[in-house]
């Protein structure tokens, strides 16, 4: 089945508003296993998008366009269609009594400029549009479905869910010769995103219809399966087929198989197990606890934070000793050691994270020059584990986001989450 989007709108081509509604669209058809063929973005100009709905519709099943539909001199879509199809605009009464209606509840009254939205192509079906004034327009062309959203994301979005995600759906399930999809999320943690792809790279040979993808939210990284055959069962079998391969190959690397980002695995994790942790924090400032405190219930989880950001402050606020200080240097395993372990003795936690290290620019020495990191995790039981992370020339930002990270896998390590 081909689908096409066509966006309109000047700003979508001088770098002032990025066309985020084909994205998500994109991505919602995506799901039901349709990929957008084209898309194509153009400038209100009258001549320019009726040529474009024409050779579309000459082509595809399902045209999709975006913005447009609104009230000023610039919104010329409907028009462009009754141009294309070879009708004229004409008022549509329902259309005309909404409006009205809406504009009375304003104290507003009709005008030439709202008489622009009541025009409509004839013989265009019209669909209720209770996000905002402008219709929603469908009209066939040949035998393309030509459907007309507005370019107001909430509009654009509440649109295409109500009426052109159902109507695209429903001609697919009445396609028998469709196929069907199951889909697979894998988010790692740990593993460059070559490696990801490296360790799983026979997947596609294997499975015959299987598609793999990635996306990075550094420092995640995220693979996506979608299996496509001739029926659901097959799909889904081909599907669990791929899982038990891309688990054998990354392991314990692999922090969940839904979209759960990090931080929410090791919240739940925690949660579930009724653990709780404290943070004794440098150069990450309290980011650990700050992702923590990102889902509600995190006081079942953190019981406390330190900021420890200078030498003083991790002497008088968490008793490490100025001797270990000096005789290992404040980035140091041993002084990563001692902060982990003072943080969860202070607060009575399970579990006490902590994070020393040269964010940068400034800062390191010989042993340990910027871009050194020190997270350790002590437990209520078994050793303290620490990790020395070196992130050589990488900005300030990315240092301090690597290290909360990391500090929270360690947690979910230790807690046996995913
Ligand atoms: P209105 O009734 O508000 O005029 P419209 O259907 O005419 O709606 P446009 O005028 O084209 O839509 O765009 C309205 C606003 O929607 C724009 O200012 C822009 O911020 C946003 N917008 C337009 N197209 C897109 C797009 N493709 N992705 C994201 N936002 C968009
Ligand atoms: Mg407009």
Redesign the pocket.
């Known amino acids: 089945m081909r689908v096409e989007l066509l ?3 000047n ?2 081509l001088d770098g002032s ?6 994205a998500w669209l994109e991505a919602r058809l995506f799901e039901l296993g349709i990929e957008v063929t084209e898309k194509r973005v153009v400038p209100d100009h009258l001549p320019t998008i009726a040529a474009a709905i024409r050779e579309i519709a000459a082509r595809a099943d399902f045209l999709v366009t ?7 001199p ?2 010329l879509t409907a028009e462009a269609l009754a141009q294309a199809a070879g009708v004229s605009m004409v008022e549509n009464a329902g259309v005309r009594a909404a409006i009205e209606a809406k504009l009375a509840e304003r104290n507003r009254v009709y005008s030439e400029a709202q008489a622009r939205q009541a025009h409509v192509p004839s013989g265009a079906e019209v669909l209720p549009n209770r996000f ?3 219709p929603h327009i469908q009209m066939k062309l040949g035998h393309c479905q030509v459907m007309l959203l ?4 909430r ?2 979005y509440g649109l295409a869910e109500a009426f052109v995600l159902p109507r695209i759906g429903a001609a697919l399930s009445a396609d028998p010769t469709a196929a069907h999809y199951a889909f697979l999320e894998v988010r790692c943690y740990g593993v460059w995103e070559a490696d990801m792809v490296w360790a799983v790279r026979e997947l596609p040979d294997r499975f015959p219809g299987l598609r793999v993808g990635t996306r990075t939210a550094a420092p995640e990284n995220h693979l996506k399966i979608r299996a496509s055959a001739k029926t659901q069962a097959e799909a889904e079998a081909m599907r669990e087929a791929a899982r038990a391969v891309i688990r054998e190959r990354l392991g314990d690397r692999i922090f969940t198989e839904d979209s759960r980002p990090l931080p929410q695995v090791v919240f739940e994790a925690l949660r579930d197990r009724a653990a709780t942790v404290a943070f004794a924090e440098s150069c990450t400032g309290g980011m650990a606890a700050a992702l923590l405190t990102d889902w509600p219930g995190a006081s079942e989880v953190l019981r406390a934070g330190w900021v420890v950001y200078t030498e003083e402050a991790k002497q008088r606020l968490l008793g490490v000793s100025a001797q270990l200080i000096a005789q290992h240097g404040v980035v140091s395993e041993e002084v990563a050691v001692a902060l982990a372990e003072r943080a969860r003795d202070r607060a009575d936690t399970t579990y006490g994270g902590a994070v020393t290290g040269w964010a940068g620019p400034g800062g390191g020495d010989a042993k340990n020059p910027v871009g050194t990191v020190f997270v350790a995790l002590a437990s209520s039981s078994g050793a303290t584990v620490v990790e020395r992370l070196s992130f050589p020339g990488v900005e300030r930002d990315r240092v301090r986001r690597g290290a909360a990270y990391a500090l929270l896998n360690q947690l979910r390590l230790a807690a046996g989450g995913s």
């Open positions: 966006c309109t709108g700003e979508l508003v990025i066309d985020s509604n084909s975006s913005g447009g539909l609104g009230p000023t610039d919104d905002g004034t402008a507005p370019g107001v994301p509009e654009f």
